[in-house]
Nanobody, 115 residues
Framework: QVQLVETGGSLVQPGGPLRLSCVGS????????MGWYRQAPGKERELVAR???????IYADSVKGRFTISRDNAKNTVYLQMSSLKPEDTAVYYC?????????WGQGTQVTVSS
């Protein structure tokens, strides 16, 4: 079993920064892919960014240039540094890890961008 715990969600003003963290524990094998997804009210969950064990990254077009995903393999931790936040970034952000045998999800952390 694998557990993922996200932290860092908060209320932030438009234009501000925020950093999310996700720590994984349990039977985490390598290689793997860790990622961040988000789900706004009334919308489907969507990919924000993901990163492989060897640090290759993919970003959604809507966050390119504003968000940066990174990871610390030794700590089984993935980060999402967000900047220039917009109200449309408001959502529950979920951490995800893709292993060879299955996918695991965290419980989510709320990010609200509002003045």
């Amino acid at each position: 079993q694998v557990q993922l715990v996200e932290t860092g969600g908060s209320l932030v003003q438009p234009g501000g920064p925020l950093r999310l963290s996700c720590v994984g524990s349990g039977s985490i094998s390598s290689p793997n892919v860790m990622g961040w997804y988000r789900q706004a009210p009334g919308k489907e969950r969507e990919l924000v960014a993901r990163i492989t064990t060897d640090h290759r990254t993919i970003y959604a077009d809507s966050v390119k240039g504003r968000f940066t995903i990174s990871r610390d393999n030794a700590k089984n931790t993935v980060y999402l540094q967000m900047s220039s936040l917009k109200p449309e970034d408001t959502a529950v952000y979920y951490c995800n890890i893709q292993l060879l045998e299955r996918v695991y999800w965290g419980q989510g952390t709320q990010v609200t961008v509002s003045s």
